[in-house]
């Protein structure tokens, strides 16, 4: 018995796979490459390719006897989904069907899926509940919106049992500081306050100090990447126990501003952040974060660490690892 582990050589991805190797999970990991690190994927096997290689995905899951999949293999970079979308329709949608068709063909009836908080766009309520309406706003967040829809048919029509984790911002490292997010692929707000902190980059921007805020900056919920892999855990064992196909945010439900990331960062690291102040950025919802009580209620998981840990954590890793993964050997 395995877990077929896609995109787990990517940031969130390696950080479950590492927590699943720990429990004594026989893992076995496939991703491309193309926005991974073999030297991320510790103590699991690798196997280099696409989720869209029906053979290969057949092959895995029956040499290997896989009985669930936990799916990371996408693109997602919200920028680029706008002016490339079929690179997004291709490779979250098709490949996924792909990857989802090839699963039923080898007899694996469980998914858990990264989903994400962009699906319901700009809320109109915080904290953010699972039955707000859907509203994406960009091709990436359409296309997380359409395979879960997509998922819930394959329950309808196949018996597939899934459960979309609709993840809020991901961040952090882990605690001994071997593996964390790759700032050279990265445009998430810690990656580049510690990129303006170790002076990697110019003064990080901040778009917008004039929103409906307390300090004026945006509010999000940012989720240690540890207590995001735990919850694909909590999902596998609901699945594993029966559980029915569902979609559940994944979230601290506490929000932070832009300013208080960058005052974490102050106190923790003893150095000045630079940054200067820009004209708020098109599409930025004023604040978004998590209602998280059908996570608890559902799959009895709840975040264990705040920004402390979080900014900690990525502090040591990107002090540690100033260009990311090494150019491999
Ligand atoms: N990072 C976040 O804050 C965040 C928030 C919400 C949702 N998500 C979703 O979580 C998932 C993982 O995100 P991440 O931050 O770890 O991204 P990442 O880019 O670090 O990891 C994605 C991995 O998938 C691999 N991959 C992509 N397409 C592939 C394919 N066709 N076949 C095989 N491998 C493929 C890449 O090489 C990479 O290793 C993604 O689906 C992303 O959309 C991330």
Request: aromatic share 8%; charged share 20%.
């Amino acid at each position: 018995m395995s877990i077929l582990v896609t995109g787990g050589a990517g940031y969130i991805g390696s950080h479950t796979v590492r927590q699943l190797t720990r429990g004594a999970t026989d893992v076995v990991v496939l991703d491309s490459l193309e926005l991974g690190h073999r030297q991320a994927v510790i103590e699991a096997e690798l196997v280099v390719g696409d989720i869209a290689d029906q053979e290969l995905v057949i092959g895995l899951c029956r040499d290997r006897g896989v009985t669930q999949v936990v799916h990371f293999a996408a693109y997602k970079s919200v920028g680029e989904s706008m002016s490339d979308p079929a690179r997004y329709w291709l490779n979250n949608v098709a490949g996924t069907t792909k990857l989802v068709e090839a699963m039923l063909a080898a007899g694996v009836e469980q998914l858990v899926f990264s989903s994400s908080c962009s699906v319901y766009g700009t809320p109109a309520h915080n904290p953010v509940g699972e039955d707000a309406p859907i509203h994406p706003e960009s091709v990436y967040a359409e296309s997380k919106a359409m395979v879960e829809r997509i998922l819930q048919w394959y329950g309808v029509t196949h018996g597939l049992r899934s459960v979309s984790l609709r993840y809020f911002n991901a961040a952090g490292a882990s605690d001994d500081g071997r593996i964390g997010e790759d700032w050279r692929s990265s445009q998430n707000l810690v990656p580049l306050v510690m990129k303006a902190t170790l002076g990697r980059s110019g003064p990080l921007t901040v778009f917008g100090d004039d929103y409906p805020t307390p300090d004026g900056t945006c509010i999000r919920d940012y989720i240690h990447v540890d207590d995001l892999a735990a919850a694909h855990l909590a999902a596998l064992a609901y699945l594993d126990g029966g559980g029915s196909t569902t979609a559940v945010n994944v979230g601290t439900g506490t929000g932070s501003s832009v300013y208080e990331v960058i005052r974490a960062t102050e106190r923790i690291t003893g150095r000045a952040v630079p940054y200067a102040v820009g004209p708020r950025r098109s599409g930025d919802p004023v604040a978004t974060f998590a209602d998280p009580a059908t996570a608890q209620r559902t799959l009895g998981w709840r975040a264990c660490r705040g920004l402390d840990e979080i900014i900690d954590s990525a502090w040591r890793w990107h002090r540690d690892h100033p260009d990311g993964f090494p150019a491999e050997g």
